[in-house]
Structure formats: C-alpha cells, structure tokens
C-alpha cells in the first residue's frame, strides 16, 4: 500500500547522502518534498502539518547540527514522527473483569466487518479464548450466511437467531447474545453490526442502540484503507454518533495511496489495534505503529517475520531437526520438504521478502516472484520414495525419469533439485562444524583474500566464491544483487540479531531454467 509513498521518501532521504551539514535551506527544501509526498499519499492535510512543523522545529535542533551524519538523523526524525501518527505504543484489547468481554464492530457497508469478525474471533480463538460471533447484521442480504460460513472455517460458535436479508431485530439478537455467551462460558462476545454504503441517522441510530443495550468493553470502527480521504469524515462521524476505542484497517494489502492509515489514528485520537492483510483468515495481526513505519521508510519488518517464522514452525519440529543436526545427522528432503510447507503457511514468497530491509527497491522483481516453483519442489520430492528422501545419492537415471514423470516435471528439473539439496547438505555440515556439534568437522578456512601462488609462480588472488549475489533459495525473478548504495540510511541490522530461520539454500529459480548439462540421466 505504501508503495508510492516509500519510493517517494527513499529519493528525499537519497538526495541528503554525503551532505557534511544541513542548512536551514536544505531543511525546508527536505520538509517542502515531505509534505508533497505525503499529500500525494493522500494523508490529511491537517496530519501534514502538524507532521511537517514537528520535522522542521526538530531537524534544526542541536542533534542534527552537531551530528557527523545529518542525514541518518532526518530519517531518524522523520521515522519516530511517523510512529507517533501511528499512534505511538500498540494497545491491546481491554478485556472486561466478569466475562463475556463485548467487542462491537461498526462501520460501513463494504469496510470488511464481517470477514474482519471472523479473523478476530479465529485470532482470539489462538490466544486461548472461546469467542462467540453474533449475527446483528440483518439488513445486508446473506451477511448472516456469511459470517455462518466464516465462522466454521474458524472454528467458532455463532449466534444467529434471525435469517437476516432484512428479517429480525439486531438490537434484540445483541442482547440476548450475552445471555447465551454466558450460559455456554464463552468469555468474548463479537457482533457483527449493519453498515450503509454512506452515513446516515439510520445507521448511526441502530448503531448506538446496540451499544447501549450492551455496553460494549471495546468499540472498534472497521475503516476500508483504500478509501483515502473520506476516511477522515467517516472516523469522525462514527466518534461522534457512536463513540469508539480503536480502530481496525482492513484492506491493508490493496494499492491504495495508505492516506487513510496515517490520517485516522490523528483525526479520531483512537489507537489502530489490528490491522488486516488479505483475504484469509489468517491474514490479521496487532498493529505495531513502529513495524509500520519502518516499512514506510524500506527498512523493512523483520520482528513481524521472525514472529510469522515462530508460529509456522512448531516447537515439535524445532526440536526435532536441532537434535538432528545436533547429532551429526544428515539433512534429508523429509526434512526439507517438512520445512517448505511451514514457510508456505507463511504466506507468499514476495510478501516475506518485502519485510526484508532495502527490498522496497526491488519491488518489481519481488512482485514477478512465482509461488508455483515451491509447489514445484515439493511435488518433485513427493514422488520419491522414502528411500530415495533419506539417501538421495541413490537416485540414479531410472529413478529420475521416474520422478519427472510421477510429479509432472522434466529430468531437469530433478537434476537441479538434487544437485542444490546436495551444496545444503554440505552447508549443513559445515554449520555443525563450525559451531563444534559432534559429526560435523570445522575445515580450517583461509581469507578469500589472501594471496597466493600458481603454478607458474605468479601471485594470484583469489575470489570469494558466490560473491554479490541473493542467495541461492530465492525463486526466480530476484536480480543478482542487493539494492544499489546497501541498506537505507539509519538502518542498524545487530538490532535484529537471534531471529535466523534454518532455511536450506536450495535454488527454486533453477528449476525450468537452463539445462544442466553435467546432471543428465
């Protein structure tokens, strides 16, 4: 979604680079280009000027004047301004002292409440709650059905007394939900109201009918991302008609300018709780305004994806393939395969790369990346046996075509497979080596610097093998190197030190591509 607004501040911030000392002039001219980008963004004109004067009154303080690197500075400034539109420090959910706890969605038709309804309740569910989904939406035709059907897939109890499409009271059905979350100890209740496709008394009305007669713990107002501008004036009015304690975004993902995002926070002086990133249901996850920010400014998000790392791989496994290594025993393709599928539940491959600092440059690329060669991967180790997964030396030119044939691929493509599974297998070695694990030897290495002599007696120096390059597991579609001029300014990568996901460096983007000759059958 910020896309535009990234590229934007990464230009301002590039032009800075190499500058000794910031000049007054050089300071409005960087807060004149701010405050374009932002309005281009579609950010509140009031949020840009209050930004733009904070920006202004601190870059000329004695911190950037004094600093051996005024621009790293600016960002600095500009980064922690940005967490305070943001909103500053994450809030939780304020959970009531004698349960059920009642959280209330409002906002209008078409804002995402009732797929949102679903994920909290699954996210609620995860967090060791028993929610209950109440159906108070009986206007919208099949919002009732719908919020059914989200509710199975989540695997949690709706309430849903009336058919809905116009049939039924919702303030009754809200009512009587609590009596019913009591009786069957469900300890979060979450209703589902009515929108209209623009404010109107009606709404509002029915709106504040049903927080009165249930006096809801939170009131969370589900604002659509991508509608920029009228975010402001729908945010008011539901403050003031309804009253509300947080806000949700929906729609996080779309190609909108994200005006809505850095608007909302300031104009309803309400936190943003969560904040949703795609049509699944697990596609839902707390808002970190400083998460956010960082993303703004293309130093990526790597806390959200060692966090999505955490959850995709379970402890069981952890463990398991710790004592394996940890044993000196070999890394097979079960235990490659076990780990693709759990960075598939990860969500897609150019998403988890976008969390990765500086790959905002590289947003094209990463947007050409191909989910299906992973399927690809794994559709080639299916079709081995459990034999051939253990020992993979075994796979001669029979069993190769076998492969291919069984798993809708080409001789090359398991040639490849093979031949990169084989270089993760020797990393993995050298992993156990290097950090003293028995069955695993530490190989004396040399700098790949140091001089030495050929055979003619000349003094050659040699390289360092695979040098510049991504590594070797990215799916095709990535370039070959890191964004040009490394990280952004102000980036500090120890930050983000103890978060490494054993991840085996196995090419995908080999698979369809040229053949290699040295691994025919």
């Given at each position: 979604m910020f896309d535009s607004l990234s590229e934007r501040l990464s230009g301002i911030f590039q032009s800075l680079r190499g500058k000794g000392r910031l000049s007054d002039?050089?300071?409005?001219?960087?807060?004149?280009?701010?405050?374009?980008a932002l309005l281009e963004a579609d950010v509140a004109l009031p949020v840009v000027k209050s930004f733009i004067h904070n920006i202004k009154e601190r870059c000329r303080g004695v911190v950037v004047?004094?600093?051996?690197?005024?621009?790293?500075?600016?960002?600095?400034?500009?980064?922690e301004e940005l967490v305070t539109i943001l909103g500053g420090e994450t809030r939780r959910l304020q959970f009531a002292k004698n349960p059920p706890t009642v959280i209330m969605l409002a906002g209008l038709q078409g804002a995402g409440k009732t797929t949102l309804a679903g994920k909290l309740a699954k996210w609620l569910a995860g967090q060791n709650h028993q929610p209950l989904l109440v159906a108070a939406d009986l206007q919208r035709p099949n919002a009732v059905q719908q919020l059914q059907v989200l509710g199975e897939r989540a695997g949690v109890e709706v309430y849903a007394p009336e058919p809905g499409s116009g049939v039924g009271d919702p303030v009754k059905v809200a009512k009587e939900s609590l009596a019913h979350a009591t009786r069957h100890a469900r300890d979060i209740v979450i209703i589902d109201t009515a929108?209209?496709?623009?404010?109107?008394?009606?709404?509002?009305?029915?709106?504040?009918?049903?927080?009165?007669?249930?006096?809801?713990?939170?009131?969370?107002?589900v604002i659509d991302a991508m509608i920029g501008q009228d975010a402001v004036a729908t945010a008011e009015a539901f403050r003031d008609?309804?009253?509300?304690?947080?806000?949700?975004?929906?729609?996080l993902d779309g190609d909108a300018r994200g005006g809505a995002a850095l608007s909302v926070r300031q104009v309803t002086g309400q936190p943003i709780m969560f904040a949703s990133i795609g049509e699944k249901l697990e596609d839902f996850d707390v808002f970190y305004p400083e998460r956010m920010a960082s993303r703004i400014l293309g130093m990526g998000d790597m806390l959200t994806l060692i966090e999505q790392a955490e959850s995709a791989f379970e402890d069981e496994q952890k463990q398991r393939m710790t004592s394996k290594l940890m044993g000196g025993e070999s890394f097979s393709l079960e235990d490659f395969l076990e780990q693709l599928q759990a960075i598939r539940k990860?969500?897609?491959?150019?998403?988890?790369?976008?969390?990765?600092?500086?790959?905002?440059?590289?947003?094209?690329?990463?947007?050409?990346?191909?989910?299906?060669?992973?399927?690809?991967?794994?559709?080639?180790?299916?079709?081995?046996?459990?034999?051939?997964?253990?020992?993979?030396?075994?796979?001669?030119?029979?069993?190769?075509?076998?492969?291919?044939?069984?798993?809708?691929?080409?001789?090359?493509?398991?040639?490849?497979?093979?031949?990169?599974?084989?270089?993760?297998?020797?990393?993995?070695?050298?992993?156990?080596?290097?950090?003293?694990?028995?069955?695993?030897?530490?190989?004396?290495?040399?700098?790949?610097?140091?001089?030495?002599?050929?055979?003619?007696?000349?003094?050659?120096?040699?390289?360092?093998?695979?040098?510049?390059?991504?590594?070797?597991?990215?799916?095709?579609?990535?370039?070959?190197?890191?964004?040009?001029?490394?990280?952004?300014?102000?980036?500090?990568?120890?930050?983000?030190?103890?978060?490494?996901?054993?991840?085996?460096?196995?090419?995908?983007?080999?698979?369809?591509?040229?053949?290699?000759?040295?691994?025919?059958?």
């Open positions: 002039a050089d300071i409005n001219a960087t807060a004149r280009e701010i405050r374009m004047s004094k600093a051996l690197n005024p621009a790293q500075q600016v960002i600095k400034i500009v980064n929108g209209r496709l623009g404010i109107d008394a009606e709404m509002m009305a029915q709106a504040a009918a049903i927080r009165d007669a249930t006096n809801p713990d939170e009131t969370l107002f008609g309804v009253g509300i304690t947080g806000v949700v975004l929906s729609k990860m969500g897609p491959i150019g998403n988890l790369l976008g969390m990765m600092p500086g790959m905002n440059q590289m947003k094209d690329q990463i947007a050409d990346i191909d989910d299906k060669h992973l399927d690809k991967v794994a559709a080639v180790i299916r079709s081995m046996t459990p034999q051939e997964r253990e020992d993979p030396k075994i796979i001669k030119g029979s069993r190769r075509i076998r492969i291919a044939n069984g798993s809708g691929t080409t001789v090359n493509d398991v040639n490849q497979l093979l031949t990169r599974f084989g270089e993760a297998q020797k990393m993995m070695k050298q992993m156990g080596g290097m950090m003293g694990l028995p069955g695993g030897r530490r190989k004396a290495t040399k700098s790949p610097n140091i001089k030495r002599k050929g055979k003619k007696g000349k003094v050659t120096k040699k390289r360092a093998r695979g040098g510049g390059g991504m590594p070797a597991g990215m799916p095709p579609g990535l370039p070959g190197g890191m964004p040009q001029g490394g990280m952004p300014e102000g980036f500090d990568p120890s930050a983000f030190t103890g978060g490494n996901m054993n991840v085996p460096d196995v090419d995908f983007g080999a698979l369809g591509g040229k053949k290699d000759k040295k691994n025919k059958p």
